[in-house]
């Protein structure tokens, strides 16, 4: 197939204003938990704290996804980013929260969509109070593309996953077979990291999203992503997520809430300050 990814110029010379791009959506609805990008002391809420919608299509092929049904909607009717956002800013209002938060499958994947969509919710919403949150793998998040996210579209709190830092354990985790490609998408979404750090610290909120489960990471590999992270800031927000049975992995085995406080005792004992882990009886965060 001939994939052509930049919109069409047909009349006016300006592409966002001949072609509006559209994407499948699942939501919104309130959630009570957040994600990566969610401040820690929110989660204890035992509320709604935020609204969110779930974007289909991902540039991973994960064989445990943890929201395929999503990921892998094509049969969806698509919406544009003003409709999205108008439903998004309703969710709001029903809800009564500032947080609005866009995940998947994988949200950045199309660009003109994400970028008009959190322009549009920011028109919507011109309230200093309201938050406008990404939660990625980051393994598209260039510089270029961050910027025009925040500069632009207003983009407040942003959660970025890059799952691993060895490329074996990147590929074993997503499914990407080639090696040349996950380095890639690894060196990405680590460089997201970083270059939110340097440019963007105090502006905006970054979390950083790490999976567990025995089966696909090591606990020395969970101690050098520790270090990693420690290096840029050990500050940042780590959520680490208890990866469970499902998709195509089914014999998996869901972390115990004892391994899961081991992993945070691992990461907290390579320099990190502000790890929060999931577990089947709740978060548990830096208190």
Known sequence: MAIETTLPVVRSGSPQADHVPRRIIHGPQGHA????????????????????????????RCPQC?????????????VTPQKAALLVTQARQRYQVDRMAISG???????????????????????????????????????DYIDELILEAGVT??????????????????????????????????????????TYSGQVFLGVGMPYNQELVSLDEVGEFGRRLASI??????CVL?????????????PHPSEMLNVKRVLEGAGLRTVVVQTTIGHFGPR
């Open 33 to 60: 938990v957040g994600g990566k990008a969610t401040p820690w002391w929110l989660k204890a809420e035992r509320r709604y704290i935020e609204v969110a919608i779930w974007a289909a299509g991902c540039n991973l």
């Open 66 to 78: 943890q929201n395929f049904a999503t990921t892998y909607d094509g049969t969806g009717r698509p």
């Open 233 to 238: 800031d050990s500050g940042v927000q780590l």
């Open 242 to 254: 208890d990866y469970f049975p499902t998709f195509r992995r089914q014999e998996l085995r869901r």
């Open 105 to 143: 499958g994988e949200a950045t994947l199309n660009r003109p969509w994400l970028v008009q969509y959190f322009q549009a919710l920011k028109t919507l919403n011109p309230d200093p109070e309201a938050r406008l949150h990404l939660d990625s793998n980051g393994t598209l998040l260039t510089p």
């Open 157 to 198: 709190d942003i959660g970025i996953e890059p799952k691993a830092v060895q490329v074996a354990t990147f590929q074993r985790i997503t499914g990407i077979a080639d090696a040349t490609l996950a380095g890639r998408y690894l060196d990405t979404a680590w460089r997201a990291v970083e270059y939110v750090v340097a």
